[in-house]
């Protein structure tokens, strides 16, 4: 199986701009989950999406925002883009059912200037 | 709410040395516990897992990981570590039964392996 892929890898925005980045789940899989990465802040979770719907989300701005398809794909968007928004944004599935792990892919890496 | 520490920012060791990656974790719930690792400009590869049983739990590639829930631990270790182990580790939790896929990560340890 083709794991999780996501799109663009690097992207490079201006502030006050918006950006949507998308991600693939592995065939099969229905649970999608995103994290942003920065050398402060660490791993954060900011929502996971579950049969096109939110079932979970992180302390973040209203900014973020997310959605899912009927075939699983999800795409993450960010409005009114900060410094601070500068990361690694890494997209994670999972089959959705009694297994627990999640399946990463490689991550967008999201410059702000 | 459940909370990750990895002590260890960076650990240095020479290759063939054993190491050993510390977590611990609090929560007031039983959790899953796993490792991640990440390796420059990627995302992050499962390494292994606890989910129950068994507490000591091991990987293909040599290392593994024991389960101690009176102190709270989910330490990683290899008795042998290889140039190719030099990569960033994470300890991550996620509470069972919540019925979502929220993973609270640790600040992650630097593991450099030196010739």
């Known amino acids: 199986k083709a794991g999780v892929t996501q799109t663009p890898r690097y992207l490079i925005k201006t502030r006050g701009q918006q950006v949507t980045l998308s991600c693939s789940p592995i065939?099969?899989?229905?649970?999608v989950s995103w994290y942003q990465q920065t050398p402060g802040q660490g791993l954060q979770f900011l929502f996971e999406?579950?049969?096109?719907?939110?079932?979970n989300k992180g302390n973040f701005p209203g900014r973020f925002s997310g959605r899912q398809f009927s075939n699983s794909r999800s795409e993450m968007n960010v409005s009114t883009l900060e410094l601070g928004d500068s990361a690694l944004y890494l997209c994670?599935?999972?089959?959705?059912?009694?297994?627990?792990?999640?399946?990463f892919g490689p991550g967008t890496r999201l410059t702000v200037t | 709410a459940q909370s990750v520490t990895q002590l260890d920012s960076q650990v240095p060791v020479f290759e063939e040395a054993p190491v050993e990656l510390r977590c611990n974790y609090s929560?007031?719930?039983?959790?899953?516990l796993f490792w991640y690792v990440q390796y420059p400009n990627q995302g992050l590869q499962l390494l292994l897992k606890?989910?129950?049983?068994?507490?000591l739990v091991e990987s293909i590639n040599g290392f593994e990981a024991e389960f101690n829930k009176s102190q709270t631990s989910f330490h990683l270790r290899k008795p042998s570590v290889h140039i190719s182990d030099t990569a960033e580790y994470f300890c991550?939790?996620?509470?069972?039964?919540?019925?979502?896929?929220?993973?609270?990560f640790g600040t992650g340890t630097r593991l450099k392996v030196l010739a």
């Open positions: 991550a939790v996620s509470e069972v039964g919540s019925g979502t896929y929220k993973y609270i």
């Open positions: 606890y989910l129950s049983g068994s507490t």
């Open positions: 065939s099969g899989h229905r649970s």
């Open positions: 994670a599935s999972s089959p959705g059912d009694r297994e627990v792990e999640q399946y």
């Open positions: 999406y579950f049969s096109e719907t939110q079932r």
């Open positions: 929560s007031s719930v039983s959790v899953y």
